[in-house]
């Protein structure tokens, strides 16, 4: 399980399934996993392990690119020469697309609304524009809904209809990089790589990398449970849609493969932690500082406070007691440890960008 490549679990579970499901290889697969030790020392909590998705591709890392394999894909096979997608000023998800989708040719038009101002947001921007995305500031998710069909009015008269990618590429399409990443752990687990894991902590931002790995748990045969941690107060996912989500995935693979056993997708299957968001998305909490400063000096593994560190706060906060306590702990990294500035040939001015964007670069 040493060798990195392009392969899928999917394909070596389901012989032939990948003919079935258009793809452009963007990953760099297994991601490795490995014990926590200093850190789980240093917190109190044995048994603690990382899946190392920071790592997944060589222009940028992270949880995005195992699901824009797939959109991107069918994108492609569709002809399909852009597309609209969403988040905060200072989205990773925005940025993977941007980053990837102009690998593959095709224009990326991004609609963004605000979150919190950090260094790492302006960057964020910075680098949308540097790799070639359209960006549209929205003050509300309300403008949001309007500017996109506007951009879609445009792209009809100039004849191309954008396609739109949901927020993080939650789609049935995005989950399915989630069902085989799964996949890909419970070969890891076979080899003797790590232990099953109890619990597999993530962020719940859309939802959809947390539904993929429910699934594909389930597929694969491990006992292991998600313990998905909410990071959002937009649109926040109810379990109800997550479980329709994950059925409407296990039929798009029962549909690819009949080998593909039927299993149960339900609200139940996400365990989902609440309380760790803090003032709103996007806002950094003293207990996510906490845990990126500890991870960082106990590990060396970076994370942002937005997604990955609240994730692994609300571990810290509950690894120790019931159900989780003495139990073996998996912290899903779905932070990049890429940078994506190594791709572009200088980082533009801030003033290069939309005009309503200029704001979040002037002092406070």
């Known amino acids: 399980m040493s060798k990195i490549d392009h392969a899928l679990a999917l394909e070596r579970r389901f ?27 240093a917190v109190d909590i044995e048994r603690l392990w990382v899946k190392r998705d920071d790592r997944t591709g060589q222009a940028y890392g992270g949880n995005k690119l195992r699901k824009l394999e797939f959109i991107l894909g069918d994108l492609k096979r569709r002809g399909r020469r852009s597309l609209i997608t969403f988040g905060g000023i200072g989205t990773n998800h925005g940025l993977a697309t941007a980053i990837c989708a102009r690998q593959i040719g095709l224009k990326t038009v991004l609609v963004l609304v605000p979150q919190p101002v950090s260094a790492g947001v302006r960057s964020s921007l910075l680098l949308g524009h540097a790799h070639g995305a359209e960006l549209h500031y929205a003050p509300t998710v309300a403008r949001a809904a309007a500017t996109t069909m506007g951009l879609i009015a445009r792209g009809i008269l100039a004849g191309d209809l954008p396609a739109i990618v949901p927020p993080g590429g939650t789609s049935v399409l995005g989950t399915l990089g989630y069902v085989d990443a799964a996949l890909e752990l419970a ?22 990398t947390a539904t993929g790995l429910a699934l594909g748990l389930k597929l694969a045969g491990l006992r292991s449970r998600v ?30 493969h009949s ?9 139940e299957d996400l365990a989902v932690l609440a309380g760790y968001v803090g003032r709103c998305y996007g806002a950094a909490t003293r207990e996510a500082e906490d845990a ?14 937005t997604y990955s560190a609240k994730c692994l706060a609300a571990l810290l906060a509950v690894g120790r007691r019931p159900p989780y306590g003495g139990k073996h702990l998996l912290f899903w990294n779905t932070y990049s440890s890429v940078d994506p500035a190594a791709g572009v040939a200088r980082m ?5 960008l939309p005009r309503p964007f200029h704001r979040f670069f002037w002092p406070d």
């Open 227 to 256: 313990a998905a941690v909410l990071v959002t107060d937009i649109l926040a996912p109810a379990p109800a849609r997550l479980a329709r989500l994950g059925r409407a995935c296990l039929r798009r693979l029962r549909r690819a």
């Open 15 to 41: 012989p032939g399934i990948g003919e079935r499901l258009a793809r452009v290889p963007l990953t760099r697969l297994p991601t490795t996993v490995q014990p926590l030790t200093r850190l789980g020392h």
């Open 292 to 305: 990126r400063r500890l991870m960082e000096e106990c590990e060396g593994i970076r994370l942002e406070t």
């Open 187 to 208: 070969e890891q687990v076979a080899a003797g790589e790590l232990p099953e894991p109890d619990w597999i902590f993530v962020p719940l931002g859309s939802g959809g």
């Open 348 to 352: 533009p001015d801030f003033r290069e």
């Open 259 to 267: 080998g593909v056993p039927h299993v149960r997708a339900s609200a």
